[in-house]
């Protein structure tokens, strides 16, 4: 028995698709206690779940509740995540921490692999992932989850990395921990709130089966690291680049003058983007998940249908 298992609370539906080989789709929890407002964020964790399990998978968002990592989630924990007042951010640093003390904890992209890992499952569905954060000559921070990319065998689809990033630093970052940054129909990196980016992708393929042939063969081989889809957001929700640009620029600008630091940027940044747009950033933010969820768990599918056929 591995010693983490004592420490997983894996949902039924989720234990009864890993012990039967149906493919399983892992969602993060940062999303829903930070990333929206409530009751958004709820309803928006509820779908999310109901499109995978429209396209043939399971879906385990994961939390840390009682001192349990939890791999899927009930609808009560589910509000308890998005309502609660106080929900601790966790990545890697933080796990130990939060399960030792039986605190309630929200999973960022990093941690999420892990946990995902932990309980076997290969994907895992997010909006976008954090990077190399903009002033990083003077701040020097990078997301812990481009690390966890680089070490954890986990495929993460999303829609590139978030807009308020550096993104060519980001990717130079991915490119030299040796990270497959894999275009879904797009030969350029989506920019989370736009289509496109002027940075172009070394791999790019044209559906979801092209993807699962080139996973499978990447664990076949036994290559350390995580894959990273870039998934554009729908073509009719992308927002104009030059109107969210200037709103992202401000809002960090607000951001040195407030003295944000650490893991409390990227929620104050989204916060104040969306009261920025009027809400608009939170529509398209909405619409990117949703589209997510979609491919994810097509590729999640397309996978096993590929695996169980070896």
Known sequence: MKTFSKFLDIKKEVKDALENNIPIVALESTIISHGMPYPQNVEMAKKVEKIIRAEGAVPATIAIMNGKIKIGLTNEDLETLASAEYVAKVSRRDVAKIVANKSLGATTVASTMICAEMAGIKFFVTGGIGGVHRGFENTLDISADLEELAQTNVTVICAGAKAILDLPRTMEYL?????SVVGYQTK????????????????????????????????????????????????????????INSIINKAIKQS????????????????????????????????????????GARLAKAYFEISNNQ
């Open 256 to 295: 040195f003058i407030d003295g944000i630091e650490g893991k409390d940027v990227t929620p104050y940044l989204l916060k104040t983007i969306v009261e920025g747009t009027e809400g608009k950033s939170l529509i398209a933010n909405l619409a990117l998940v949703y589209n997510n969820a979609k491919v």
């Open 175 to 179: 490119e030299t921990h040796g990270v």
């Open 188 to 243: 350029v990196l989506p920019a989370f709130f736009t289509r496109t980016s002027d940075i172009k992708l070394q791999n790019h393929v044209k559906d979801e089966v092209e993807l699962a042939q080139m996973i499978y063969v990447k664990d076949q081989l036994q290559l350390k690291g995580g894959v990273l889809v870039a998934n554009p957001i729908p073509e009719k929700d992308s927002l104009d680049a030059d109107y």
